[in-house]
């Protein structure tokens, strides 16, 4: 995909304030993206929704790369009403580490943040009310990590609360 | 013999007593929830607490089949999650890959996605009508919205042979030219329908029983829903004129001449009212797209075999129930590295509790219909 700086005053001002914090400002595609560290992601969106008005989480989402070093990535989606534009923040995690929550930011990233929690696996740090949201409380098992089979199940969940051997 | 005071109760009865807090069941089968939506409530007396949503009864995995799928298989599935309005969703996903791929579009069948992507729009919106009025206890819109709706599904299925999955669309453009009468079909839908909305706003908007149980119920300001990522109609009727068709364009919706509808108090009778006025400005841009059709071919420059190049996009488009977002990311293979859906459906929900607390229990049945939510999108 066609890659490009990403020149303006949001980039501009992110890393003159994080400095090493922000890892990469390009448009891929057209799209804004900013890849940030850890450390750094809940101050990044703390800034861009308070300095520069992006007041709408559009999405919260994640990708499992298990060949990479860090191999959870973490997407924020927000989207500024004034100067109606759209930025992707990204990060990356090693399994067991923990994401900054957003719920502090945005009410909207209640449901996203468990449902990511739900699929991947990830857990967010100061969530109020972390667990599963899509699939059963009692579920073992990260649907969207991609070791996990298409087919797969959690057997004794099955067993034990639909009566059957197998939901295949 | 003389009246004597009763004795007080003893201390711990009183509590009990006193204590009006109650835990409700509602669902998930129940005929006001439109699909398997369990809500807890928490009652102090017919004031509702609060409100805990129990979803994921038809979670399918949508996700993780499209990453075991190629991009093309999987076209067919995204109709699965909104089906109300396929077409839209369909229409999403296809400019997604389209977008990883940098295809162009040809202006025949850009025109001709507009167009049943509004009848669409119409159609869910006229279900949504029919069945928000049934829940309210209206019985008879329910029937006049299914008639109208009957003749978007006829299009459609002259069209491509499905009435409500329609996989309409193919990365790259259309499958199917259009058939001979499908402009005239088109114009003559938008003149019935124009007439049709006026039947509706006769049954309804002065209807006091309609009005009583729709004004200043499930109120969400446009503050809150910033803060709950609420789009769609519910944002419009906060009074925030914010549509992607006209914010970012997207299929030449910048050719067309309409409005967006909005309104001021953000309660459920304003947005009966936006969507009203939504269907006929979807009247609107359909007859301008079907009077001039653009001639030539309906494919862009696309391979039988489907490989994007490394890389991801966001894609999103303003369905009938708000921003519809695809998020693909590809590793150069013949399938999806992974997809994921933003929901309009699952996020508007999120603002459930929201909504309902301090409103009336009876409410709370007005308040799930005008969020107007599709299980299948919520659970994907």
Not at chain 1, 50 to 62: I, P, Q, R, S
Not at chain 2, 22 to 46: A, F, W, Y
Not at chain 2, 98 to 115: F, S, T, Y
Not at chain 2, 153 to 180: M, N, V
Request: a negative charge.
């Amino acid at each position: 995909m066609p890659s490009a700086a990403w020149e303006g005053a949001v980039p501009d001002e992110l890393r003159a304030r994080f400095g090493t914090g922000i890892e990469s400002t390009r448009l891929l595609g057209g799209q804004k993206l900013a890849a940030v560290s850890l450390a750094s992601a809940g101050d990044v969106l703390r800034s861009l929704r308070d300095d520069h008005g992006f007041d709408y989480l559009v999405d919260l989402t994640a990708v499992h790369w298990p060949t990479k070093g860090r191999q959870f990535e973490v997407v924020w989606i927000v989207y500024s009403f004034a100067s109606n534009e759209r930025v992707r923040v990204k990060t990356t995690l090693e399994e067991g580490e923990k994401a900054p929550t957003a719920t502090s930011l945005y009410s909207a990233a209640n449901w996203l943040e468990r449902e990511v929690y739900d699929m991947f696996g990830i857990e967010f740090d100061g969530h109020p009310d972390l667990r599963r949201i899509l699939m059963p409380d009692e579920w073992a098992g990260f649907p969207l990590r991609k070791e996990y089979g298409i087919v797969q199940q959690d057997a004794d969940w099955v067993r034990e609360n639909l009566k059957i051997e197998s939901a295949q | 013999m003389a009246a004597t005071a009763l004795a007080p109760p003893p201390a711990a009865e009183a509590t009990f007593l006193d204590s009006n807090e109650l835990v409700l069941n509602m669902g998930p089968q129940h005929p006001s929830t439109h699909g398997v939506l369990r809500v807890i409530l928490k009652l102090d007396g017919e004031t509702v607490l609060g409100a805990d949503c129990v979803i994921g009864y038809l979670h399918r995995g949508v996700e993780k089949i499209a990453e075991n799928r190629t991009y093309q298989q999987f076209a067919p599935y995204v109709d699965r999650m909104d089906y109300v309005a396929a077409v839209s969703n369909g229409l999403g996903y296809c400019m997604a890959v389209e977008k990883l791929l940098d295809v162009e579009i040809p202006p025949r069948a850009q025109a001709v996605r507009v167009i049943l992507t509004e009848l669409n729009r119409i159609a869910s919106h006229l279900l949504w009508l029919g069945t928000h009025a049934l829940d309210i206890g209206a019985i008879t819109p329910v029937f006049l919205c299914f008639r109208e709706r009957e003749e978007v599904l006829k299009i459609f299925e002259s069209y491509c042979g499905a009435r409500l999955t329609t996989h309409a669309f193919r990365i790259g453009g259309l499958q199917y030219e259009t058939y001979d009468t499908f402009e005239q079909e088109c114009l003559a839908f938008c003149d019935l329908m124009q007439a049709k909305v006026q039947e509706y706003h006769d049954l309804l908007t002065g209807n006091r029983i309609w009005v009583n149980r729709t004004k200043g119920v499930g109120i969400l300001d446009a503050a809150g829903c910033k803060d709950y990522g609420v789009t769609g109609p519910l944002l419009r009727a906060a009074g925030v004129a914010w549509d992607l068709r006209k914010a970012q364009p997207y299929c030449g919706y910048e050719k067309y001449d309409f409005e967006i509808p909005t309104a001021a108090n953000g309660d459920t009778f304003d947005r009966y009212i936006v969507r009203m006025q939504e269907m006929e400005q979807s009247c609107r841009i359909v007859r301008q797209a079907a009077e001039a059709l653009p001639e030539g071919p309906i494919k862009g420059k696309v391979g039988k075999v489907i490989k994007p190049p490394p890389g991801e996009a966001y894609v999103s488009i303003e369905a009938p129930k708000g921003e519809l977002g695809y998020y693909v990311v590809s590793d150069g293979s013949l399938n999806p590295y992974r997809v994921r859906v933003r929901p309009p459906s699952f996020v508007n929900l999120g603002a459930l509790d929201k909504m309902c607390r301090g409103t009336l229990i009876a409410d709370v049945v007005a308040i799930i219909g005008t969020i107007d939510i599709v299980l299948g999108e919520v659970d994907r």
